[in-house]
């Protein structure tokens, strides 16, 4: 009903148009309009007629669906990765003997936007210390963190006042991930937001990591926050992969009955993209890749994706 | 065990210490380890042919010891301790008509005697990142490490190296460059070496001539060098990085002939085969590939689970092995083909007892239902 209403109104209004090219835009417009209402009437006229015999309905192709089927997939039941995952870097972490505590610094001189990311990256993430960078070398950096007792060291980069770039650095010699930063969204810039964090350790969620490669990507985020299956304050930080970009999304849910959670969205937002992991602490000129970038054979085909 | 041993073509060492070995025409990994035997410091560090027929193949970990793998029994036969885990890992192994040559990071380069107990030891400086033997003279073996140039030695002289290879003059800004030697090969037919370095540099040695410092210098990528290997055909040699760049570079000139794609991380071992044009590489991103030398094409792909970290070495050519293979396919085929593939094999046969250069065109039409040896 309301299609055909919109259609009598559009039909008057194509007629009094003056510009010859606008009215013809308008009229094919609506001549396709018609054209598909008349296609669904037609195709539903069908499935009604054929009734149980009909095929089922299609479902429609998209990239996630088209996924190329990656062989590093990792099977729950395989024992090399089990044993591998055992005795990695972060096997202290999981096998809980020892707790997360992060550093989190910049790229020299931050601005405003960055310094205020950093700051609520720290709210977020229990046991993190932000420092000034005081132009230090990162090599030089990461023995004292070691001394200190840092197990993570987080360096945000900055540039043209924004933003752009990650270094996640597993301390004790573990992999070092590079990642592309955007879409970074401040807790003022939140729509329908709740109230600030508080001091409880959030829980932590991790979709779609399939691959091998995914698998230590979701060790190395699960690895920031304490393992502590009694979850206390109503917090939880999201990491989604969806065609290799990681959304990171940090909530409060709260329970309404058994069937229904509502949740708010509080602390900053912000979307990942694994640029390269290197085995051993940060060193980009003599280190060892095991995974890098390579965008122009990622473009190849644009159904095959690494995490 | 055995049959999937015997199967294999491509022998693969990893972290966690088990031996892959990797059949090609069945796209698939094979593990073979001692049972309950997994753990990180089994580590493999290097992999050895044990003998001419590659028929074993000699394991060396990072605890110090050597396992012997029959490749046609398919089981570990034999283990021996070699040094300690405390000595360093395992830069190179060997074996010469009895002895088994053992090198470590150390600089600790050792002939173990079968029967006896005592060793010949040679001290090949620090920080020793990989050791070689010539493949045309077997008592000669070259080392080369971090701030320790190449050196070539002989063991029946243990004393000196009988070549010792000097820096390059200092940069223009008069500064000692640095030196880094990864990997290294002997040149066959000829007395040269070439190494690849840790400053994407690489070098041809000569020690027939009078000049102790490198006849060649070439330059690839910004990161280092981590294994080089001298295809079939002379005058060039291909490399790989940190970074998963593959490249074959002329030595002639020193120019980068072409790149392979497709490896996304670190090139940790990387083996040509001895008469076809193909060249096999593992890495730090847990697949084996191998790729044509001629198109630059990558043929196969193998996921193996974990980490490699240690070489992979090719089986032999064993061409009468590969006919008969070939025929047991062809019976699945339709008969058309298998005419045809009865005369590519006379023709490949022919050609090998003549010693002549396989014809490419036959190459070709028989590499893809060959299996890859």
New interface residues.
């Given amino acids: 009903m309301k299609n055909v209403a919109a259609m009598e109104r559009s039909r008057l209004c194509v007629s009094e148009i003056k510009n010859k090219q606008r009215r013809h835009l308008m009229f094919m417009k609506l001549k396709q309009e018609k054209r598909k209402v008349a296609m669904k009437k037609k195709k539903k006229k069908e499935r009604d007629a054929l009734g149980d015999k009909a095929p089922p309905k299609e479902v429609p192709k998209t990239i996630e669906n088209q996924r190329v089927y990656d062989?590093?997939t990792v099977n729950p039941e395989?024992e090399?990765?089990a044993?591998?995952e055992g005795?990695d870097e972060f096997s202290a972490y999981f096998n809980r003997l020892t707790n997360p505590k992060v550093l989190i610094t910049t790229s020299d001189r931050p601005r405003g936007r960055t310094v205020r990311f950093c700051n609520q990256l720290a709210t977020v993430i229990p046991d993190a210390h932000v420092y000034y960078r005081r132009g230090l070398a990162l090599k030089k950096v990461i023995p004292q963190c070691i001394a200190r007792g840092f197990t993570y060291l987080m360096v945000i980069n900055e540039d043209r006042k924004v933003p752009n770039g990650m270094v996640l650095c597993h301390l004790p010699d573990g992999p070092t991930a590079h990642f592309k930063v955007s879409s970074v969204r401040l807790r003022k810039e939140m729509k329908r937001r709740g109230k600030d964090p508080t001091e409880h350790s959030p829980e932590v969620i991790l979709n779609n990591f399939t691959t091998?490669l995914g698998h230590s990507m979701g060790r190395l985020f699960a690895a920031l926050f304490p393992h502590d299956p009694q979850f206390v304050g109503r917090q939880v930080a999201t990491f989604h992969n969806q065609r290799d970009f990681i959304f990171f999304r940090f909530h409060r849910y709260i329970f309404k009955n058994e069937q229904r959670v509502g949740i708010q969205e509080l602390g900053p937002r912000f979307t990942l993209k694994l640029r390269s992991l290197q085995?051993g602490t940060f060193d980009s000129?003599?280190?060892?890749?095991?995974?890098?970038l390579?965008r122009h054979?990622n473009d190849v085909c644009r159904r095959r994706f690494?995490l | 065990m055995a049959d999937k041993s015997q199967v294999c073509s491509v022998w693969v060492g990893s972290e966690t210490g088990i031996l892959k070995g990797v059949s090609l025409s069945k796209k698939q990994a094979f593990n073979f380890c001692e049972m309950s035997c997994l753990s990180r410091d089994q580590e493999v560090c290097v992999l050895g042919w044990g003998d001419e027929h590659e028929t074993e193949v000699l394991v060396g970990s990072v605890n110090g010891t050597v396992k012997t793998f029959s490749t046609e029994k398919g089981i570990f036969t034999e283990t021996r301790q070699c040094g300690e885990s405390t000595q360093g890992r395992f830069t190179g192994i060997a074996v010469t008509d009895s002895a088994l040559i053992t090198c470590v990071e150390t600089g600790l380069l050792r002939v173990w005697k079968e029967g006896s107990t005592d060793t010949v030891e040679i001290n090949a400086g620090t920080n020793v990142c990989r050791m070689r033997q010539n493949p045309s003279q077997r008592n000669q073996v070259a080392t080369g490490g971090k701030e320790n140039g190449l050196k070539v030695w002989d063991l029946e002289r243990p004393e000196t190296p009988i070549f010792t290879s000097k820096n390059v003059r200092n940069d223009w800004l008069d500064l000692r460059v640095p030196e880094w030697v990864r990997d290294m090969s002997f040149i066959p037919d000829s007395d040269k070496i070439v190494t690849c370095t840790g400053h994407h540099q690489v070098r041809v040695y000569d020690p027939a001539s009078p000049q102790r410092r490198p006849v060649l210098e070439a330059h690839f990528g910004e990161y280092p060098l981590t294994a080089l290997s001298l295809p079939a055909n002379q005058d060039s040699v291909v490399v790989g990085n940190t970074h998963g760049e593959l490249a074959i570079l002329d030595l002639r000139k020193g120019l980068v002939r072409g790149c392979l794609k497709g490896l996304a991380g670190g090139v940790r071992g990387l083996q040509c085969h001895p008469s076809l044009p193909l060249v096999a590489t593992c890495g730090l991103d847990r697949f084996l590939r191998v790729h044509s030398l001629e198109d630059r094409s990558l043929q196969h792909k193998v996921h193996t689970n974990t980490l490699s970290f240690s070489y992979t070495l090719s089986t032999p050519e064993a061409i009468t092995g590969d006919v008969e293979e070939v025929k047991e396919e062809g019976g699945e085929v339709d008969e058309v083909w298998d005419t045809m593939e009865m005369i590519n094999d006379q023709a490949k046969k022919r050609a090998t007892d003549e010693e002549e250069a396989v014809v490419t065109g036959v190459e070709k039409t028989t590499k893809k239902r060959k299996v890859v040896k």
């Avoid at chain 1, 000129?285 to 890098?292: A, D, H, P, Q, R």
């Fill in positions: 062989e590093t395989d090399e990765v044993f591998d005795t091998r085995k000129k003599f280190g060892e890749y095991e995974w890098v390579k054979e690494n």
